[in-house]
C-alpha cells in the first residue's frame, strides 16, 4: 500500500512549502530515542557490489542501528567516489549484538549478491563492484567469516568463491548524496521523516529501516508494518513518522 500519484504529488507540493518556509520538524523525528548506548554496539563492514542496494539491505534488519555507505579495503587515501583507486564500495552497519549477531549480518551478505561473479555484481560491471570482502573486527569474527565462506564453497560447486576477507582498516564516508540513496529517490518518505539533515540521515535508525523499505527489501513482516503506519498517517493527514 505505497503511495499513490495523489498522495506522491501533495507529498511533494507540501515537502517544497516546508523548505521554501525553512518549517523544520522536531529534532526527536530522528527516530533515535530508543536506540542503546555506543558502548553496547558494533560495527561491520562489507563490500558486496553496488553499496546503494547494500546499505537497504541491511537497514531493515532487527538490531541494526545505523547505516551508511563509504569506500576501504585499500591503501590509498581520501577516495571519492569518482576516484575510487583500489578500495570498494562499501556498506557500515552499527548493530546491537544482543538483537541480531555477526552470523546474522553474514548470512544477509551471502544471500543478498553473487560472491562468485567476476567483474560487477549483477546489471553494475566495473571494478569498483567488483569485490566481494568481509571485514572483521576480532578473531572470533574472523573464524565465523571463513567458516561461512567455506560453506558458500561447498555450495557453490565448479564456481569459485571470490570473496575477501579483511581485517577492518579505515572507512571513508561517501559523499552525503549517496548515504540513504533509495530514501533520497521518494520525496514522499523524506517527508514522512521530518526533512531531516544529510547528518540525521546518516544516525537515524528510523531512516535506515525507511531506506529498506523504500527499495523493497524489508522483511514482510516489516513491511506490512510500516505499510500500516504510513496508511494512518495518511488517514490523520499529518505526515509524520515517529517509530517503526
Given at each position: 500500500?505505497?503511495?499513490?500519484?495523489?498522495?506522491?504529488?501533495?507529498?511533494?507540493?507540501?515537502?517544497?512549502?516546508?523548505?521554501?518556509?525553512?518549517?523544520?520538524?522536531?529534532?526527536?523525528?530522528?527516530?533515535?530515542?530508543?536506540?542503546?548506548?555506543?558502548?553496547?554496539?558494533?560495527?561491520?563492514?562489507?563490500?558486496?557490489?553496488?553499496?546503494?542496494?547494500?546499505?537497504?539491505?541491511?537497514?531493515?534488519?532487527?538490531?541494526?542501528?545505523?547505516?551508511?555507505?563509504?569506500?576501504?579495503?585499500?591503501?590509498?587515501?581520501?577516495?571519492?567516489?569518482?576516484?575510487?583507486?583500489?578500495?570498494?564500495?562499501?556498506?557500515?552497519?552499527?548493530?546491537?549484538?544482543q538483537?541480531?549477531?555477526?552470523?546474522?549480518?553474514?548470512?544477509?551478505?551471502?544471500?543478498?549478491?553473487?560472491?562468485?561473479?567476476?567483474?560487477?555484481?549483477?546489471?553494475?560491471?566495473?571494478?569498483?563492484?567488483?569485490?566481494?570482502?568481509?571485514?572483521?573486527?576480532?578473531?572470533?569474527?574472523?573464524?565465523?567469516?571463513?567458516?561461512?565462506?567455506?560453506f558458500?564453497?561447498?555450495?557453490?560447486?565448479?564456481?569459485?568463491?571470490?570473496?575477501?576477507?579483511?581485517?577492518?582498516?579505515a572507512?571513508?564516508?561517501?559523499?552525503p548524496?549517496?548515504?540513504?540513496?533509495?530514501?533520497?529517490?521518494?520525496?514522499?518518505?523524506?517527508?514522512?521523516?521530518?526533512?531531516?539533515?544529510?547528518?540525521?540521515?546518516?544516525?537515524?535508525?528510523?531512516?535506515?529501516?525507511?531506506?529498506?523499505?523504500?527499495?523493497?527489501?524489508?522483511?514482510?513482516?516489516?513491511?506490512?508494518?510500516?505499510?500500516?503506519?504510513?496508511?494512518?498517517?495518511?488517514r490523520?493527514?499529518?505526515?509524520?513518522?515517529?517509530?517503526?
Amino acid at each position: 500500500m505505497k503511495s499513490g500519484v495523489a498522495a506522491f504529488l501533495a507529498a511533494v507540493i507540501l515537502c517544497a512549502a516546508n523548505s521554501a518556509l525553512g518549517i523544520r520538524f522536531p529534532a526527536n523525528l530522528s527516530g533515535n530515542r530508543n536506540v542503546r548506548s555506543d558502548r553496547s554496539l558494533k560495527i561491520a563492514l562489507f563490500a558486496m557490489g553496488n553499496f546503494w542496494r547494500s546499505e537497504a539491505v541491511f537497514g531493515c534488519l532487527d538490531g541494526v542501528q545505523r547505516t551508511s555507505v563509504g569506500y576501504a579495503g585499500g591503501s590509498a587515501t581520501d577516495p571519492e567516489y569518482r576516484k575510487l583507486r583500489d578500495h570498494a564500495e562499501c556498506v557500515q552497519i552499527v548493530y546491537d549484538p544482543q538483537i541480531i549477531t555477526f552470523h546474522q549480518l553474514l548470512d544477509a551478505f551471502w544471500s543478498n549478491h553473487d560472491s562468485t561473479q567476476v567483474f560487477g555484481q549483477g546489471p553494475d560491471v566495473g571494478n569498483e563492484y567488483s569485490r566481494s570482502i568481509i571485514f572483521t573486527n576480532s578473531t572470533v569474527e574472523s573464524r565465523l567469516a571463513t567458516a561461512s565462506k567455506e560453506f558458500q564453497q561447498s555450495r557453490s560447486k565448479d564456481r569459485v568463491v571470490t570473496t575477501q576477507i579483511q581485517r577492518l582498516g579505515a572507512f571513508y564516508p561517501a559523499e552525503p548524496h549517496h548515504q540513504k540513496f533509495e530514501l533520497r529517490r521518494n520525496p514522499f518518505y523524506l517527508l514522512l521523516l521530518g526533512n531531516m539533515s544529510d547528518e540525521e540521515l546518516v544516525t537515524s535508525s528510523l531512516a535506515a529501516k525507511l531506506n529498506g523499505y523504500a527499495a523493497d527489501l524489508c522483511p514482510l513482516r516489516t513491511q506490512r508494518k510500516i505499510d500500516a503506519k504510513i496508511e494512518a498517517i495518511r488517514r490523520k493527514g499529518w505526515p509524520l513518522l515517529t517509530d517503526i
